[in-house]
């Protein structure tokens, strides 16, 4: 073995006996090896030449690296000194990031994890020093051609203007290529709408079609039998309708997620009665929860809407009844291309029908669905995998024809303690607020909605002025009329909407309560917060509407008497 300085290995172990142990092994297998003892002999070491450097990772804990990072940074273009570190086995999140942090300023790094035998380093001693040696070979090489560079000048300028000519045909071919890909990704889009949009207006001519009929038996016929029966419909209609706008939302990912911690088997032992009625009744639930089951961090109202989506679904799938299993378990240490950490696996299983691999390969996509018409919008499992994913988790399925389906949601693990909590969809409407008079000052631009809204606010006992624009109604304030609360839709025409009205109101009238509605609340619901202003969304209920007048004049009445105190 040649005793040439650029062909040592420097060893680098100074805690125990590995630098000693390594460096007798190293000798044995035919290299020339060398121990330094400190940082700054190994820095000297290799400015005046190495092969390579072998390194314990404790030597390096709590050291000023800077110098040798310096050094490799700066080293000659043919340089690219290899480095094999040894390792331990912890794998904690600061020992992996010091780690990444060191692959990062060595660059030429390999990584050997104790125990290590003894073929294994001689082997990666042996294909580091090789790598070295080719890189002296470059050096030779290097200098040759800079000693001939004159006599390839000529060369260089006509190969130069050949490569232009290649490169302008390149670059017209990368702008073609671009074209009709482009081409190809407007048409995706154009047939993803088209199925998009067709769903839509499936759906809510469906929905349409019962509360126009509707609408006109109840004109035509006295019967007030008939009347509650048409009613009836057009209320679940307009709740069916609701519930598929919530879906597109959450599928398209614009509603923001509540997440808190919860307890995933309380919860859904509160969805028994939910579940009874979405069932039949050859149908039943069976219920298996790990007695250790952690808690999750995910919102509730969409976590119980995911699982009535599966239930229903596996409610299809066997039109024969049986059973449906809801298992919960706790899912540790998670390490996948995807997910990684602690996380509790819910899955819904049913012994259907089962799908074919190329039905379950689209069950996720929006309005795919094997469903008849009219039996499902294809927004079910779309929603459960828009949910699972904003919640930082994962969905996956499994299905085989004649056999059933297993979903599996990995939902992330909370350490916090849930609240205490009720079943979140609710059965029943809220009980209306009872004695809620006063003047309501409504800000409507549609003649229409106004004209409904102001009759359900007669009928909860208020008085009610409305105005049709945000400068309407800074003027009827300004003209001195008295109102107890501002209701107004947050779109509205001109330059300022419902939120404006909001922010130029509370510097106004500071006093005055304020409630905003919206047919999309979330697109300003922190404009609105910073405002202290709430949002009622449409659709509401006359319920609905009661309370949230009634805790908007309340956070009024509070504000004052803080005010005056």
Not at 214 to 227: C, F, N, S, V, Y
Not at 303 to 328: Q, S, Y
């Amino acid at each position: 073995m040649t005793t040439d300085l650029n062909a040592r290995v420097l060893v680098f172990a100074p805690i125990g006996r590995d630098g000693h142990a390594s460096a007798e092994l190293l000798c044995r297998a035919g290299f020339d090896a060398e121990i330094c003892a400190s940082l700054s002999q190994v820095i000297a070491s290799i400015e005046a030449g190495a092969a390579a450097v072998f390194i314990a990772e404790e030597g390096l804990f709590g050291q000023n690296v800077s110098t040798l990072a310096a050094w490799v940074e700066h080293q000659p273009p043919w340089s690219d000194l290899p480095f094999v570190m040894l390792t331990s086995r912890h794998n904690q999140p600061a020992v992996a990031r010091w780690r990444r942090r060191m692959v990062g300023l060595l660059r030429n790094i390999s990584l050997l994890e104790r125990p290590v035998q003894a073929i294994t380093l001689a082997s990666a001693i042996q294909a580091a020093v090789r790598a070295r040696l080719r890189q002296y070979e470059v050096r030779t090489l290097l200098e040759a051609q800079a000693q001939s560079g004159q006599k390839l000048e000529a060369l260089v300028r006509v190969r130069t203007s050949e490569l232009e000519e290649a490169n302008n045909e390149l670059r017209m071919e990368m702008a073609e290529r671009a074209r009709v890909e482009e081409s190809l990704r407007q048409s995706q889009k154009i047939e993803a709408m088209g199925q998009l949009i067709g769903g839509v207006a499936h759906d809510f001519n469906n929905l349409l079609t019962i509360i126009v009929g509707g609408l006109d038996l109840i004109e035509r016929k006295a019967d007030l039998t008939i009347h509650k029966v048409m009613m009836d419909g057009m209320r679940q209609a307009a709740q069916r309708g609701a519930g598929l706008t919530r879906q597109l939302l959450t599928f398209s990912r614009r509603q923001s997620l509540k997440p808190e911690p919860v307890d995933l088997e309380r919860l859904i032992g509160g969805m028994g009665e939910l579940l009874n009625r979405s069932l039949r009744g050859n149908l039943r639930v069976r219920r298996d929860f790990a007695t250790d089951l952690w808690p999750i961090e995910v919102d509730p109202g969409e976590l119980e809407l995911a699982v009535l989506n599966l239930a229903v679904n596996a409610r299809d799938a066997m039109p024969e009844g049986g059973t449906i299993v809801i298992r919960a378990e706790n899912a540790a240490n998670l390490q996948e291309t995807d997910i990684w950490g602690d996380f509790v696996r819910l899955s819904v299983i049913d012994v259907g029908t089962g799908m074919a691999p190329d039905v379950k390969e689209r069950v996720f996509e929006p309005y795919f669905t094997t469903k008849e018409v009219g039996k499902g919008s294809g927004l079910g499992l779309a929603q459960v995998y828009g949910f699972v994913k904003q919640s930082g988790g994962q969905a996956r399925i499994e299905s085989e024809v004649g056999r059933g389906t297993t979903v599996e949601l990995l939902l992330p693990r909370s350490h916090g303690t849930p609240a205490e909590q009720a079943n979140l969809i609710g059965l029943q409407g809220a009980v209306p607020v009872a004695g809620s008079t006063g003047h309501v000052l409504l800000v409507e631009d549609d003649n229409e909605v106004a004209a409904l809204v102001t009759e359900m606010l007669a009928q909860l006992g208020y008085d009610v002025t409305r105005t049709a624009s945000v400068a309407a109604t800074l003027g009827a304030l300004a003209n001195g009329r008295q109102v107890d609360v501002v209701f107004s839709d947050i779109m509205m025409p001109g330059d300022m909407n419902g939120i404006d009205l909001a922010r130029e109101l509370g510097r106004r009238y500071p006093n005055l309560p304020v409630l905003l509605t919206s047919g999309y609340s979330e697109a300003s619901k922190n404009e609105a917060a910073g405002e202290c202003v709430g949002i009622l969304s449409k659709p509401y209920r006359l319920d609905e509407l009661a309370a949230a007048l009634n805790g908007a004049r309340n956070f009024g009445r509070a504000l004052r008497s803080a005010t005056a105190a």
